[in-house]
């Protein structure tokens, strides 16, 4: 009886932290960062993201155009990229969700004026709004 007991609690384990693993990032969902920026999460299918990013953040270019985001969401945090193809840069985002807050590293990969590869890295966090 002890060892069925263990085993169903082992069970019961690893089923709410499967659960929770799922909630983290929830299909569909929408967060929005202080910069004003737009992730609309549309698909998480078994750790694949989904989704359409729109960029509101002051001093960079390719704002207001809805773009597809895409990444993996996993037990050690998830990670997406959002190709901006109008401006020949992209940016990958990575981070953990905590609760209603996503906090995130980003790295812009971009050309610069001299045409010349170059890379800007800052830090955002993104609420859920719903």
Known sequence: MKKFLGLFLIAQFFLLSAEVMAQGLPAPSYWKNERGSELFVWSNNNGAIQGVFTNHAQGFA?????????????????????????????????????????????????????????????????????
């Open 62 to 130: 390719c704002q207001g155009i809805p773009y597809p985001a895409s990444g993996a969401f996993g037990p050690t945090g998830l990670y997406f990229v959002v190709t901006f193809a109008q401006c020949n840069s992209f940016t990958r985002w990575v981070g953990k969700t905590h609760g209603s807050q996503m906090p995130t590293s980003w790295t812009l990969f971009y050309i610069d004026k001299n045409g010349r590869p170059s890379k800007l890295k800052g830090k955002d966090t993104f609420t859920r709004v719903w």
